[in-house]
């Protein structure tokens, strides 16, 4: 009876054991699902990164078309009411 009582806590224990080692690899799994979902949110960032990035520099680049043209603007004017006083004051 001894031996079959040792078999028994010994079926009992490596039942255990394999219980331990299937908790185990679920967890471990489950942080691989973690891991690969947050590699694939990260690569998202870095996509809208180099979105974002390059909508900010087509707007710098339109920014400073604009500040030209209103330059070239305001001279223009400036030189159309200096001809327009010449002309008043001939």
Do not use: F, P
């Not at 224990?13 to 394999?18: I, N, P, T, Y």
């Amino acid at each position: 009876m001894t031996g079959e009582v040792t078999l028994r806590e010994a079926i009992t224990r490596l039942g255990k054991a394999m219980d331990a080692l299937e908790d185990a690899v679920g967890a471990h799994m489950e942080r691989d699902q973690d891991y690969v979902e947050a590699e694939a949110e990260v690569q998202r960032m870095n996509a809208d990164r180099a979105r974002l990035a390059q909508e900010l520099d087509n707007s710098e680049a339109r920014t400073e078309r604009l500040q030209e043209v209103n330059r070239e603007v305001s001279r223009r004017l400036v030189t159309a009411m200096e001809t327009i006083r010449a002309v008043l004051d001939r």
